[in-house]
């Protein structure tokens, strides 16, 4: 149950001044590290999966793990889509079960940036999703992560973020201020004047991107100006490594061994220096729980022998599981001959918005027009919430 609404989480830590970390996971050491923290904290936490690290990971198998352990967590989760590349990356973050996304358009010139991300934005909105938009651009400098961000930092301008939150409507917005991704070299130099104006201007909580690195001080100031949640990946990765370097030659599991605990330590510095520390409580009773919606159909059929059923049953599973906001479609058949209805459809909702975005959705509406309604007359529907 404690996966939770993410924008009623940031707006708990924004409106009282502390931040949720949203720690990048590329493993289930990293997942099981992160959440041992929070709870030692009993501070909410953000377990966040990153498109630029799909390579060191397959998403697809990783999420029913991060779903799992999220909702067996003793303090409220939300799992977020870091990065994410285009529309087609959020709809399958979404339809996974991340319940925030990150869209990542910073790189493209202004205008680019605004339509890229208000398209995200209007999918997500109809599933219930709050969105995170980049405006700036934070460059790697160097470490794991450097690499997949090049270029030179522009600076987020706090005119300029006015106009692209009021365009795209975003929930949050991740500012560049003069933070890296990666391993910072030398100093860090921070423009928090420009931050204080951008948050005076917005009004809504900031995000800030790079944090390894930064001092005590620095995140504190950070906070202090609207900074609501910090991405942490480098040092977690580098506590890793250095874990599995310290424990030498060996088989897989000898050399692995205390990864989890490495990362859980690194993880609980952070969670306690941001203020999150035994916040979990307030926030649970802040947030909504992110719970599914069941959409349920019991019908007959008229008109079509078992293998039309079966074709139209394929075709059902493979379209509508595409539309935002589905996270499973499951066919079925009545176990007992006579029963009242003999065929069901199972549809797994991530958020109650998804009822009415799903039904008029075009996707939707194609089959269930052409293909379902015209031989399944004798049916009903419910859509169920789960209650825990
Ligand atoms: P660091 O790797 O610098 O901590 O940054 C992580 C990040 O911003 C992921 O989005």
Redesign the pocket.
């Known amino acids: 149950m404690p996966l939770v609404n993410m924008k009623q989480m940031l707006a708990h830590a924004y409106a009282n001044r502390y931040c949720v970390g ?1 720690f ?1 996971l590329v493993s289930l050491d990293f997942l099981q590290g992160i959440l041992q923290a929070a709870e030692r904290c009993e501070a909410p936490v953000i377990l ?1 999966l ?1 498109e ?1 690290h799909f390579d060191y990971f397959d998403f697809d198998i990783l999420m029913p793990a991060v779903v799992a352990a999220a909702r067996r967590a003793a303090v409220p989760v939300a799992i977020h889509l ?2 994410g590349a285009s529309l087609e990356s959020a709809v399958r973050g979404i339809n996974l079960g991340c319940n925030g996304v ?1 869209v990542d358009a910073s790189h493209h010139p202004f205008e680019e940036n605004v339509a890229r991300t208000r398209e995200v934005v209007e999918m997500a909105r109809g599933c219930g999703v709050p969105v995170e938009g980049e405006l700036g651009y ?1 460059p ?1 400098v160097e ?3 450097a690499e997949r961000h090049p270029g030179e930092v522009v600076y987020t301008t706090a005119e300029e973020a006015r106009r692209y939150v009021e365009q795209t409507g975003v929930d949050f917005l991740a500012v560049s201020v003069g ?5 910072m070299k030398g100093e860090p130099r921070l423009d928090l004047d420009r931050l204080a104006e951008v948050n005076e201007a917005l009004g809504l909580p900031l995000v ?6 930064l001092s005590d001080e620095q995140f504190l100031a950070l906070i202090e100006r609207g900074v609501a949640k910090i ?7 580098d506590a890793a490594g250095r874990r599995i370097g310290e424990n030498g030659s060996g088989g897989y599991t000898a050399r692995v061994a205390g990864v989890a605990e490495a990362v859980a330590a690194e993880t609980e510095r952070c969670i306690r220096l941001w203020g999150g520390a035994g916040r979990a409580g307030e926030v649970l009773e802040a947030c909504t729980p992110w719970a599914p919606v069941e959409h349920l159909i019991y019908y007959n059929i008229e008109g079509l022998d078992e293998a039309g059923v079966e074709s139209m049953m394929e075709e059902g599973r493979r379209v509508l599981s595409t539309i935002p906001g589905v996270l499973r479609v499951v066919t079925g058949r009545a176990v007992q001959g006579d029963a009242a209805y003999r065929y069901c459809w199972v549809v797994e909702f991530c958020h109650p918005a998804v009822i009415d975005s799903y039904r008029d959705h075009p996707l939707h509406r194609r089959f269930a027009d052409e293909r379902f309604r015209p031989v399944a007359g004798n049916r009903i529907s419910i859509d169920f919430v789960s209650v825990e």
């Open positions: 949203a990048d966040s990153a630029s870091d990065h990150m934070v790697g470490g794991e992560d933070t890296v991704h990666g391993r800030i991107h790079g944090g390894t690195g991405n942490y990946y480098t040092a977690l990765a």
